[in-house]
Nanobody, 115 residues
């Protein structure tokens, strides 16, 4: 089992920045990718960004150049730096980790972009 705990969400004004963190614990060996999805009210959950254990990254077109995903040296925490936030970035952000064909999810952290 892999446990994931997100933090860093909150209320921010348009144009502001937030950094989300996701700490993993448990059987984290052989995790092959980690990342973030988000789900806005009334919409489906969508991939925001992922990073593989080799360091390759992938971003949704809507956040390229705006968000940056990274991990710490131990690769047990994944971050999402979000800049120039817009009201349409408002969503619950979920961290995930994939390992041996199984996807583990965090409980989510709410990001609200509003003036």
């Amino acid at each position: 089992q892999v446990q994931l705990v997100e933090s860093g969400g909150g209320l921010v004004q348009p144009g502001g920045s937030l950094r989300l963190s996701c700490a993993t614990s448990g059987s984290i060996a052989s995790i092959n990718a980690m990342g973030w999805y988000r789900q806005a009210p009334g919409k489906q959950r969508e991939l925001v960004a992922l990073i593989t254990n080799g360091g390759s990254t992938k971003y949704a077109d809507s956040v390229k150049g705006q968000f940056t995903i990274s991990t710490n040296n131990a690769k047990n925490t994944v971050y999402l730096q979000m800049n120039s936030l817009k009201p349409e970035d408002t969503a619950v952000y979920y961290c995930y980790a994939s390992r041996a064909g199984i996807v583990y999810w965090g409980k989510g952290t709410l990001v609200t972009v509003s003036s």
